[in-house]
């Protein structure tokens, strides 16, 4: 096993914070992470061993050593639901069910997008980790909608950099509780692991830069549709923003969405849902589209929420 020694100083923001915390928002490992590193004596703080509970000083320098576990293995399986938009020599667009994730990972034991591509005989882009070979963008197990996979070398440089410099066009619809005020807006708020729950996030000081813009298309009695342009990608984003709005996605009990209104809806995921991706073909430089239509979960729960009205 390798080992992966990463070396900052602590910012001001987080001066004065424990360090699991600290390294959370650093380097992007979850507190649990963070206190097994500790435990296994490979965090130093300018050069001393630490507690997990000890407090960091803005300008120390945590040093950390993150071993780097085997790639994960990518079994090819035929996933029901799957759907294939668009294919060509560089690229295959995918529309993404629910309950799938893009690529393996710890802890996920259920279908995959590249399993999917690969147990249908498609031939992928062999950049990236092993287990995200292709991937240049994700969406979450419980949204879903249309996303990109590499098929080429090229596909996948051009397209990983039109992603990193923020030139694709990524569209979501969202029905969310109550009416935001403003109807039409943007969220600018950073965000970065939740502090008191590994598998959530929430805006924070001192974590990543993120951008939401939304405007309502319906506004009805419980609930109100928005489409979402995303300007950055963190994981999670719209959920955290519209949760901050005090309007979290319907059904997304996760981050505060009301249970009693999610079962009447017939919702047992957020209603979140990735209707439209455009960007420059990386072969051609032509602008492409690509949609994908509601599935039956969600439709139908608009269409409670519009009766409801």
């Known amino acids: 096993m390798t080992v992966d020694l990463r070396t900052l100083p602590v910012p001001e923001s987080l001066d004065?914070?424990?360090?699991?915390?600290?390294?959370?928002?650093?380097?992007?490992?979850?507190?649990?992470?963070?206190?097994?590193l500790i435990a296994g004596d490979r965090v130093r703080l300018d050069g001393s061993p630490v507690a997990k509970s000890e407090r960091?000083?803005?300008?120390?320098?945590?040093?950390?050593?993150i071993p780097q576990?085997?790639?994960?293995?990518?079994?090819?399986?035929i996933v029901e639901g799957i759907g294939?938009?668009?294919?060509?020599?560089?690229?295959?667009?995918?529309?993404?069910?629910?309950?799938?994730?893009?690529?393996?990972?710890?802890?996920?034991?259920?279908p995959t997008v590249v399993g999917h591509l690969a147990g249908a005989g498609f031939r992928i882009s062999?950049?990236?980790?092993?287990?995200?070979?292709?991937?240049v963008q994700r969406l979450d197990v419980g949204t879903s909608g249309v996303m990109v996979v590499c098929k080429s070398e090229h596909a996948y440089s051009v397209l990983k950099n039109a992603f990193r410099q923020r030139t694709v066009d990524k569209t979501y619809h969202a029905l969310v509780q109550g009416h935001p005020d403003p109807l039409s807006g943007t969220v600018d708020a950073p965000l970065g692991r939740h502090p008191?729950?590994?598998?959530?996030?929430?805006?924070i000081d001192g974590g990543r830069p993120s951008v939401t813009h939304y405007e309502t298309l319906e506004a009805h009695r419980f609930a109100s549709l928005l489409e979402v342009h995303l300007e950055t990608g963190r994981t999670h984003q719209i959920?955290?923003?519209?949760?901050?709005l005090k309007h979290p996605c319907c059904g997304d009990l996760t981050y505060g969405a009301d249970p009693v209104l999610a079962r009447r809806l017939g919702l047992t995921r957020q209603w979140l849902h990735a209707?439209?991706?455009?960007?420059?073909?990386?072969?051609?430089g032509e602008y492409v589209e690509f949609e994908s239509s509601y599935p039956a979960d969600l439709q139908h729960a608009l269409d409670v929420v519009r009766d409801l009205d």
């Open 196 to 203: 008191g729950a590994d598998y959530k996030f929430a805006v």
């Open 16 to 36: 004065g914070e424990r360090v699991d915390v600290a390294m959370s928002q650093l380097f992007g490992v979850s507190r649990s992470k963070a206190a097994d």
């Open 239 to 244: 959920r955290v923003h519209m949760s901050a």
């Open 275 to 284: 209707v439209r991706l455009g960007f420059e073909h990386p072969d051609s």
């Open 84 to 110: 294939i938009i668009y294919d060509d020599d560089s690229i295959v667009v995918i529309d993404k069910p629910v309950g799938v994730a893009v690529h393996p990972s710890p802890g996920w034991r259920g």
């Open 69 to 77: 576990e085997s790639p994960l293995e990518v079994v090819p399986e």
């Open 126 to 135: 062999t950049s990236g980790a092993k287990e995200r070979e292709g991937i």
């Open 56 to 65: 960091v000083l803005a300008g120390a320098v945590l040093e950390v050593e």
